[in-house]
């Protein structure tokens, strides 16, 4: 266990496996006060805001309910780009300079790949990266990592399927390159041909001593998996429908496709679901999409405890 030292978290990439279980079992130490039954208030007078360029039902409000609930306060724009200046032209860093002044931290979603990193150097203030664009999704990744921790008791010697449109889902970005950290993972990456993770993290994978297979058959790659993260087809990234219209609905995970492994398999997906996941897996054993939902919030007040310096010295970390 390890404090990371960032003034923001901008992205998984930089994360060691110590910092990630620092992160972890942070967030599992405040679930007292995200459920009520303690009276701590670590953030008691500090302010988040929630600035989104794009839509979010799950990053922005766990943010939000995890900042309410350590005693904060929040101020939040859902929709920046037809809401706020941003409509009129304003720029991220006239932007930036402008909000810090209002609050203590900053959960920002753009679209633009890199903009979080662009807004932590100019900010006084911490950011923290809620999606940018198709790049790294940092805070659901680690709530990723935390549901699989809780759902299948370790992060090491796990056999990892993602399936989707890879090549443009932030989230399984940034879950492949936290898992990377842990031993003995072992990845397959299901997608349609020209869908694949980017070559770099795939590199990344294996310099970190982690082995990946590509297909594109979900069934077979089912059996013996630990874990199955599904993702959507990234419609709001092609700029041609008739591309998009060519993968849509390829994959759809069943219940009866999970049943034909011999393992249960905790099931993940970072929401919203479309046509990849049905709803027969709402009852399957490993079903974890909600509880994961949850983790959300343990996982985000962490972040932002740990960022703004106010872990509670009770527990000595
Ligand atoms: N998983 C996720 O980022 O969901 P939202 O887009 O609803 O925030």
Same mark, same amino acid.
Request: hydrophobic letters at 35%.
């Given at each position: 266990?390890?404090?990371?030292?960032?003034? &923001?978290?901008?992205?998984?990439?930089?994360?060691?496996?110590?910092?990630?279980?620092?992160?972890?079992?942070?967030?599992?130490? %405040?679930?007292?006060?995200?459920?009520?039954? &303690?009276?701590?208030?670590?953030?008691?007078?500090?302010?988040?805001?929630? +600035?989104?360029?794009?839509?979010?039902?799950?990053?922005?409000?766990?943010?939000? !309910?995890?900042?309410?609930?350590?005693?904060?306060?929040?101020?939040?724009?859902?929709?920046?780009?037809?809401?706020?200046?941003?409509?009129?032209?304003?720029?991220?860093?006239?932007?930036?300079?402008?909000?810090?002044?209002?609050?203590?931290?900053?959960?920002?979603?753009? +679209?633009?790949?890199?903009?979080?990193?662009?807004?932590?150097?100019? &900010?006084?203030?911490?950011?923290?990266?809620?999606?940018?664009?198709?790049?790294?999704?940092?805070?659901?990744?680690? %709530?990723?990592?935390?549901?699989?921790?809780?759902?299948?008791?370790?992060?090491?010697?796990?056999?990892?399927? %993602?399936?989707?449109?890879?090549?443009?889902?932030?989230?399984?970005?940034?879950?492949?390159?936290?898992? !990377?950290?842990?031993?003995?993972?072992?990845?397959? +990456?299901? #997608?349609?041909?020209?869908?694949?993770?980017?070559?770099?993290?795939?590199?990344?994978?294996?310099?970190?001593?982690? #082995?990946?297979?590509? &297909?594109?058959?979900?069934?077979?790659?089912?059996?013996?998996?630990?874990?199955?993260?599904?993702?959507?087809?990234?419609?709001?990234?092609?700029?041609?429908?008739?591309? +998009?219209?060519?993968?849509?609905?390829?994959?759809?995970?069943?219940?009866?496709?999970?049943?034909? !492994?011999?393992?249960?398999?905790?099931?993940?997906?970072?929401?919203?679901?479309?046509?990849?996941?049905?709803?027969?897996?709402?009852?399957?054993?490993?079903?974890?999409?909600?509880?994961?939902?949850?983790?959300?919030?343990?996982?985000?007040?962490?972040?932002?405890?740990?960022?703004?310096?106010?872990?509670?010295?009770?527990?000595?970390?």
């Amino acid at each position: 266990m390890e404090r990371p030292t960032y003034k &923001s978290i901008t992205g998984i990439k930089n994360l060691s496996r110590g910092n990630i279980e620092y992160i972890l079992d942070l967030a599992e130490k %405040l679930e007292p006060i995200i459920q009520g039954s &303690s009276d701590l208030q670590p953030l008691k007078g500090k302010t988040l805001c929630t +600035f989104f360029y794009e839509p979010s039902t799950r990053t922005r409000l766990s943010f939000e !309910s995890a900042m309410w609930a350590l005693g904060g306060r929040v101020i939040s724009m859902a929709d920046a780009q037809k809401t706020s200046s941003v409509w009129k032209g304003e720029t991220l860093d006239d932007t930036i300079r402008t909000i810090e002044n209002y609050c203590n931290i900053i959960a920002l979603r753009h +679209f633009e790949a890199g903009a979080a990193e662009a807004a932590d150097r100019i &900010s006084r203030v911490p950011i923290i990266n809620a999606g940018d664009g198709p790049n790294e999704h940092p805070t659901q990744t680690l %709530l990723d990592m935390l549901t699989i921790r809780r759902e299948k008791g370790t992060l090491d010697d796990l056999r990892v399927v %993602l399936c989707g449109d890879l090549k443009h889902t932030r989230s399984t970005n940034s879950l492949t390159l936290g898992m !990377s950290n842990f031993r003995n993972v072992e990845f397959t +990456f299901v #997608r349609p041909k020209g869908f694949e993770t980017s070559q770099w993290i795939l590199d990344l994978v294996k310099e970190r001593g982690c #082995r990946y297979t590509e &297909s594109e058959d979900l069934q077979e790659s089912l059996i013996g998996a630990d874990v199955v993260y599904m993702c959507r087809i990234q419609k709001e990234r092609f700029d041609d429908p008739a591309a +998009f219209d060519a993968i849509d609905g390829k994959y759809c995970l069943t219940r009866e496709m999970l049943e034909k !492994s011999p393992k249960t398999a905790a099931v993940l997906h970072h929401l919203p679901r479309v046509k990849e996941l049905d709803v027969s897996v709402d009852d399957y054993p490993g079903c974890a999409y909600f509880r994961q939902t949850y983790n959300g919030v343990l996982v985000r007040a962490a972040l932002m405890t740990m960022l703004l310096d106010k872990v509670p010295a009770e527990y000595g970390m």
